[in-house]
């Protein structure tokens, strides 16, 4: 199958700062990937919906202004948790679709543990 | 949308039995649902799917059933190893866009 791979897979840093996570799709194009927060022992929660050349899409009670989202290529997009908090410490997962259609298969990334001291 | 839990409920079974783990979905214009399988801190791992118009689909040692009448998906997975001890979340796609929903997750721990 198409591999979605992630950068950091883990980060730890300070309250305040800045963190961005990569998410690439190494062998298909994109034009759709998804952003997901899970915490410890709950379900995955989709954040944002990253469209490639435009504006993401966020769930309801998602901060676009604190999770940026960039999907500047077909094979990757970027999340950039800014001024951290260790309330946002949490494991992201993204997905992506294959294709430009954006009802293809949807495979996801490995994760990124991000923990905010 | 789907419900979503704030706790794993577990499932413990014997190696070399069969496990059922269910799911319930509430959106009843669902027409795509997959099962996935995570281990610890890695990300989901397609196990297999099923479209709304079958009731029924088998793969290697997985079978998903799927039950509209009552909005209700399972995943049978026959003679279970210590190598399936993860855990197990379906997920839904609405007929009108490609976001998945997940559902609440199941722990599956095999004991050998």
């Known amino acids: 199958g198409a591999v979605v791979s992630q950068h950091p897979s883990w980060v730890i840093c300070k309250s305040g700062t800045s963190v961005k996570i990569e998410c690439r799709s190494l062998?298909?194009?994109?034009?759709?990937m998804f952003w997901y927060r899970q915490f410890p022992k709950q379900s995955l929660m989709l954040m944002a919906t990253?469209?490639?050349?435009?504006?993401?899409?966020?769930e309801q009670g998602v901060e676009k202004d604190k999770f940026l989202i960039n999907h500047a290529s077909l094979t990757l997009s970027t999340l950039t948790v800014t001024s951290a908090h260790p309330e946002d410490s949490s494991f992201y997962i993204c997905?992506?679709?294959?294709?430009?259609?954006?009802?293809?298969?949807?495979?996801f990334g490995p994760g990124t543990r991000l923990t905010v001291l | 949308g789907e419900s979503v839990g704030l706790h794993l409920p577990t499932l413990s079974v014997q190696e070399g039995d069969n496990s059922i783990i269910n799911c319930a979905y509430s959106?009843?214009?669902?027409?795509?649902f997959i099962w996935y399988k995570q281990e610890s801190g890695k990300g989901p791992q397609f196990i297999i799917d099923?479209?709304?118009?079958?009731d029924k689909r088998q793969g290697q040692r997985v079978t998903v059933l799927l039950n509209k009448t009552v909005k209700h998906l399972s995943l049978q997975i026959a003679a279970t190893q210590p190598g399936d001890s993860a855990v197990y979340f379906c997920?839904?796609?609405?007929?009108?866009?490609?976001?998945?929903?997940f559902g609440g997750g199941t722990r599956l721990m095999v004991k050998p």
């Open positions: 997905s992506a679709i294959v294709g430009t259609s954006g009802s293809g298969e949807q495979f």
């Open positions: 062998d298909f194009q994109a034009t759709t």
């Open positions: 990253s469209n490639e050349g435009s504006k993401a899409t966020y």
């Open positions: 959106n009843s214009a669902s027409d795509y």
């Open positions: 099923i479209r709304s118009n079958m």
């Open positions: 997920a839904s796609r609405g007929n009108a866009g490609n976001m998945l929903t």
